[in-house]
């Protein structure tokens, strides 16, 4: 059952992508330290958790791995940069394959209940309560490229330059590493003639909705598709409501929801 349940949360396609973006473990010559874990164990755990939202502690003993230890791995992952890293990897399989759509990219957000910590703020939308925010920007068919995290209160405006200036250098299919899609599509929450300015300037074609003149019928024919990815990525249950304390560990389980968001696709192509 541990074995079939593994396979399905870290197919082996995923961790031949991982494993290689891992940290080394280096001993030390004079003994002690951290002691070699089953890096596979310790990364199918982590991807429990964000699947199931189960807390750390709960963490079934089937995965060969303590809860504590996962979380320190966990951890140490988050601040080398190992979730953006893996979700690059997915883009450039994908960008190789031409499965990217780069005629546009969507911009949106949503909030989340936050029980604390770095990057929450009063949702407005929420009575004022505790809450996080997170901000998805993805390709025209609504696989995400950059994913953020600010507090509830932060106007979704103020994430709309960092995201774009966000987007990776991808593989393509033929030619150079490609990053700059033609079209920028968003809501009216997003709209300021300096965004126009700011797109023109940089030779992207703005399509964002001006209050009082676009319809919501004409704007939903896109719209869809980037509430398509928040809804795949809230299917990840860890990002429902928000249980970290800091602000790096959720960006960190929203990186990999995106990564694995993409991969599905990616093994869809395979089958």
């Known amino acids: 059952m541990r074995a079939d349940l593994s396979r399905r949360?870290?197919?082996?396609?995923?961790?031949?992508?991982?494993?290689?973006?891992?940290?080394?473990?280096?001993?030390?010559?004079?003994?002690?330290?951290?002691?070699?874990?089953?890096?596979?164990?310790?990364?199918?755990?982590?991807?429990?958790?964000?699947?199931?939202?189960?807390?750390?502690?709960?963490?079934?003993?089937?995965?060969?791995?303590?809860?504590?230890?996962?979380?320190?791995?966990?951890?140490?992952?988050?601040?080398?940069g190992l979730w953006r890293r893996l979700h690059r990897a997915v883009l450039d399989e994908l960008g190789a394959r031409g499965e990217l759509d780069w005629s546009s990219a969507i911009v949106d957000a949503a909030s989340v209940r936050a029980r604390g910590g770095s990057l929450t703020g009063p949702n407005p939308v929420d009575r004022g309560k505790k809450g996080s925010k997170l901000h998805v920007l993805s390709e025209a068919q609504g696989l995400p490229l950059v994913v953020a995290v600010s507090g509830a209160n932060l106007h979704d405006s103020q994430a709309f330059k960092p995201l774009i200036l966000g987007i990776p250098a991808v593989r393509s299919r033929r030619g150079p590493r490609r990053r700059r899609p033609v079209k920028i599509r968003a809501d009216k929450a997003y709209h300021s003639a300096e965004h126009l300015r700011w797109l023109r300037h940089r030779n992207l074609v703005p399509r964002i909705a001006r209050p009082g003149i676009e319809s919501g019928e004409r704007l939903g024919r896109h719209r869809w598709k980037i509430e398509r990815s928040i809804a795949w990525l809230f299917g990840y249950r860890r990002l429902t409501i928000r249980y970290e304390r800091k602000g790096s560990h959720f960006l960190a389980f929203l990186g990999l929801a995106a990564a694995l968001t993409c991969y599905k696709r990616l093994a869809k192509l395979a089958t």
């Open 9 to 80: 949360l870290v197919p082996d396609e995923l961790w031949e992508l991982t494993a290689p973006l891992l940290p080394r473990f280096n001993s030390r010559p004079q003994g002690g330290g951290t002691a070699p874990v089953d890096e596979r164990a310790v990364f199918t755990a982590v991807v429990y958790v964000l699947t199931s939202g189960c807390a750390w502690r709960y963490l079934p003993e089937s995965f060969g791995v303590s809860p504590a230890t996962a979380h320190r791995r966990f951890s140490a992952w988050t601040e080398v």
